[in-house]
């Protein structure tokens, strides 16, 4: 098989079945038909894919590579998701892990437009970790979003993002509110000479999120996001692929694919998919990521993939203002600091307790 | 709270914590912020999720009732399962088990637009069991695979689906392959005076499926394919909402998070969103689903709910010829059996197992 990739999986399994399983794997995610029912030699040389290895983890637990061909994909989103984990994700004793695909097959797909290095020019923070907060909850009205846009602004928030689960509903309609918090924010700007940018969330189906993303070009919104999950990762694709010039910040909502490892579908899949930044539920706060999984998830976002541009780790999910330094230990500067009800706990003293988010980023670099 | 709805979760927990777990659930998918941080009295009237009811299951697992209000959804797709699932869906401890929505809010969606009685009505079989099989293996060029529809039109099988692996490929790309296997299947019909249909897979970004629904409709196809976990179940719905005069397949791949029940996903979210018949693992095959999974989710895709229309259920993988008559006496008549691999290991014998499956059906029904 020439121009191939490897798709690596974890499998449960006794070592007396785990060959004729790894065997049934790879007919599953290609030709998805008994062995013996494929007689055209063209297709047993070129498409059926092939067991690579397969190596004990212990406790009746493999690690299973199958070599699938690259022409099955025709080097489209959808498609590779569904060569990836299309009908192997329906049984439960199949973990998908890691893919590992090569340089010239990467290079089909956009990958981040703006990056690590783009955002940081965007948003004028050359070397400084930055921030990220979320306007909630929802019922509030547009005009109350653009207050909160206003404090956290003036607090010099670098991204202050629409909460996920605003979308476009009737007590904050998606063109209202995006007019409104984008115009709070640029006012803000105008006064403190900050770059801080207002990030609305595209949601719905695809002629809505296109009517979205003309309403923020029109408004000279920078930074969006998706749910890849929620609205379908090709969508976000196709959206880098336009080159809006619009950042696209990922976020995890509907993700619960835990047998997808969050290392890959976050760290990588959404990256080359075209996330600029991805949000991901960190250790330590609502979720049960380990410290591991998201250093690996974060390092998969920014380390050298071929062409393919870094993009931003955004550890969040309970996390507060005085996890500052211990999030700039552990991920460095390349990241984004998202906080959302650590700051609304403050109450009244909001600007201030933003404001302290902030100066501990910027503190936690002089350090 | 007015004009609510209720999402049923399987949390496992300890006794003395489920309670304040519950409340986190509710937090967590309606205001997504600490509850003190809730200042609002409009949002903790009519935005703030309420826990409705806790009942033990046994072995530290409970199920749980949050209600969340109508409003928060927008009436759009993936908004609505955003409420469902968003967020917690990434918290390990959480299963998604089922939505009760009022009829007037199931009305906001399209649902199917064929449905069984529509899908009857166009493949002229008003009272049988329908049947189903797939075009494969990827890597078969447009002709060859033009020709195996020509032999599954002779034996009479209702719908001729592509193989859910078949996208745009090289070896054969879309416009070209769904051109020839249409006119193959016309061609049989115009000499069987059936109404057997060619069932092309949509898959790609929106505006690749867009062009492809384009010349689909131009082909005078009538019945198509898509993934909704890969390609977006908000565009299915959009699919489906546009009355193109196709009706909709949709294919289970992708949707490997079990944490979401299949018989919610599979048997009401898809329904729900457009499909008029829903591809899901049969009991007993390659997959891991038991019957009464099957069983039930094939109810929930035919039972009534509101004004929805019907939905066939589409019992897959694995199947064999001769379980058609036990997946009759399971799933009654309102079904679409789909036989694949079983057909092909006849090899040259491809024609008579074919018509061996459709005369099973048919006698299926005598009986």
Redo the contacts between chains.
């Keep these: 098989m020439q121009d191939a990739f490897s798709v690596i999986y974890h499998v449960r399994s006794t070592p007396k079945e785990i060959a004729g399983r790894a065997e049934?794997i790879a007919l599953?995610q290609?030709?998805?038909?008994?062995r013996?029912?494929?007689?055209?030699p063209?297709?047993v040389e070129?498409?059926?894919a092939r067991v690579e290895s397969i190596a004990p983890l212990g406790d009746n637990l493999f690690e299973v590579a199958i070599r699938l061909a690259r022409?099955?994909?025709?080097d489209?989103?959808?498609?590779l998701?569904?060569?990836l984990?299309?009908?192997?994700?329906?049984?439960?004793?199949v973990l998908l892990v890691d893919v590992v695909m090569p340089d010239e097959m990467l290079s089909a797909f956009v990958g981040p437009r703006f990056g690590v290095t783009g955002l940081r020019a965007l948003l004028g923070a050359e070397a400084r970790a930055l921030t990220c907060t979320?306007l909630?909850?929802?019922?509030?009205s547009s005009a109350?979003l653009a207050d909160l846009c206003r404090v956290f602004a003036r607090a010099g928030i670098d991204l202050i993002k629409d909460?996920?689960?605003l979308?476009?509903?009737?007590?904050s309609p998606f063109a209202e509110r995006v007019a409104r918090c984008q115009a709070a924010v640029e006012q803000v700007n105008a006064e403190t000479g900050r770059r801080c940018c207002y990030v609305p969330n595209l949601?719905?189906?695809?002629?809505?999120i296109?009517d979205q993303v003309r309403i923020c070009r029109e408004l000279g919104v920078r930074v969006v996001m998706v749910?890849p999950m929620?609205?379908?990762?090709?969508?976000m694709?196709?959206l880098a692929?336009d080159n809006s010039g619009m950042a696209i910040l990922a976020h995890?909502?509907?993700?619960?694919?835990?047998?997808?490892a969050p290392e890959l579908l976050f760290g990588k899949i959404f990256r080359l998919f075209g996330a600029d930044a991805v949000i991901y539920?960190n250790y330590g706060g609502?979720?049960?990521y380990s410290q591991q999984t998201c250093k690996t998830l974060a390092e998969n976002l920014r380390r050298p993939w071929g062409e393919v541009k870094a993009a931003f780790p955004v550890p969040a999910?309970g996390m507060q203002v005085d996890r500052v330094q211990e999030m700039l230990d552990v991920y460095g500067r390349d990241v984004i600091l998202l906080i959302?009800?650590s700051l609304?706990?403050a109450?009244d003293a909001l600007l201030e307790r933003s404001r302290a988010f902030v100066e501990n980023v910027q503190k936690g670099f002089v350090a």
């Design positions: 049934a599953e290609s030709v998805e038909l008994p013996a029912a494929v007689r055209d063209h297709i070129n498409i059926l022409v099955t994909t025709g489209e989103p959808a498609q998701l569904n060569m984990f299309g009908n192997t994700s329906l049984q439960e004793d979320a909630k909850p929802q019922g509030l109350q909460d996920h689960g979308a476009n509903q009737s007590f949601i719905g189906s695809p002629r809505q296109a749910e929620l609205v379908g990762m090709a969508l694709h196709e692929a995890p909502a509907f993700g619960g694919a835990l047998r997808i539920p609502r979720f049960s999910g959302g009800g609304y706990m109450g």
